[in-house]
Structures are given as C-alpha cells and as structure tokens.
C-alpha cells in the first residue's frame, strides 16, 4: 500500500480498510448462526458508503482544490470531471464484472446498470447510519466495486472475493 500523506485520502483508505475487515467478520459470524445478518454488517455497509464519499470528495479537492459537501454520491460523482468519471465508470463495471466471473453467473454489469446502482445508492450512508428506519434495496456488490475503484483498489479485488469464498467455505 503507498504512503499518504493527506488526511481525506487516508480517512477514505481508513473506511474501506474498516469495511474489509467488518464484512469479514460478518460473514464469519452469519455462517456461524445462519443468519443473513449480524451486527457487523450494517457498519461494514456503512463504512463503504462513507469510504465512496471520502474518496469521491478527494478526488474532486484535487481537480479543483475544494471539497464539497454532502453525501449524495450520485451527486460528488457527477461533481469531478467528464474524464474521471467515465474512468471508475469503466473500472467500477470491470470491477463488478469480475466478481460474476469468479462466481460463474453469466449476467455482465452495464454502463446503464452503473447509472441505476449510482442512483440506487446515492445516500447509502445516510440510510444505512440510520437503518432502523427502515431499509432500502442494497446492490453490495456495486458498492464494493466502485468502492474498491474510488480507493484505487481493485487490483486487489479478485484477491479479495477468492478470500471472502474461502472464508464462506471455511466456515460453512
């Protein structure tokens, strides 16, 4: 992993290290009880939303030196720039692509599937922090990927779904 030196940066790392380890421990603690829930999951999404947020507001302080408020990623990401965009557009749908090859499902993630997950998942954070409202519809494996790509991650992502299905097997 480099070296940074920026707070925003390292806060949004810091989440998306925290979803890693979070997501493992829930599925090594659902598998235990066979249950599709536990206490870590609502953190592990959480943390991811925020880490998206993060690095979405980091990426658009370094094109133009302000950070914006908010949390609506769909809105933070139409905030950086055309080139940019459509960059972890392209990553993100490889990223997501890849784990539905290493599960063998034959549906490919789209550009328009992108659009839809983005606007699906726009307040992902503010829903989930406050999910004993109620809960809303949650595409975990779109927020993983643009996650993964926001943090300039996914190379490690193939990795990363080997070992969430060996810890799946492992314990099951």
Same mark, same amino acid.
């Given at each position: 992993?480099?070296?940074?030196? &920026? +707070?925003?940066?390292? %806060?949004?790392?810091? =989440?998306? *290290?925290?979803?890693?380890? #979070?997501? $493992?421990?829930?599925?090594?603690?659902?598998?235990?009880?066979?249950?599709?829930?536990?206490?870590?999951?609502?953190?592990?999404?959480?943390?991811?939303a925020f880490s998206c947020?993060?690095?979405?507001?980091?990426?658009?302080?370094?094109?133009?030196?302000?950070?914006?408020?908010?949390?609506?990623?769909?809105?933070?990401?139409?905030?950086?720039?055309?080139?940019?965009?459509? &960059? +972890?557009?392209?990553? %993100?749908?490889?990223? =997501?692509? *890849?784990?539905?090859?290493? #599960?063998? $499902?034959?549906?490919?993630?789209?550009?328009?599937?992108?659009?839809?997950?983005?606007?699906?998942?726009?307040?992902?954070?503010?829903?989930?922090?406050?999910?004993?409202?109620?809960?809303?519809?949650?595409?975990?494996?779109?927020?993983?990927?643009?996650?993964?790509?926001?943090?300039?991650?996914?190379?490690?992502?193939?990795?990363?779904?080997?070992?969430?299905?060996?810890?799946?097997?492992?314990?099951?």
């Amino acid at each position: 992993m480099k070296e940074i030196s &920026d +707070i925003v940066e390292a %806060t949004a790392k810091a =989440y998306y *290290l925290s979803y890693k380890c #979070l997501i $493992a421990k829930h599925i090594e603690v659902s598998n235990f009880y066979n249950d599709s829930y536990s206490a870590y999951f609502v953190p592990a999404i959480t943390t991811a939303a925020f880490s998206c947020e993060l690095a979405l507001k980091n990426i658009r302080r370094s094109e133009c030196g302000k950070i914006p408020k908010g949390h609506d990623l769909k809105k933070l990401f139409y905030q950086i720039n055309e080139t940019t965009r459509k &960059d +972890i557009t392209y990553r %993100t749908i490889q990223t =997501y692509n *890849l784990k539905s090859e290493i #599960l063998n $499902a034959p549906e490919q993630f789209t550009e328009q599937e992108f659009e839809n997950s983005l606007v699906l998942h726009k307040d992902t954070f503010v829903t989930w922090r406050y999910f004993y409202e109620g809960f809303t519809n949650t595409d975990v494996d779109f927020l993983e990927a643009f996650m993964f790509c926001l943090n300039d991650e996914e190379q490690s992502y193939g990795e990363y779904v080997l070992n969430q299905l060996a810890l799946r097997d492992y314990k099951s």
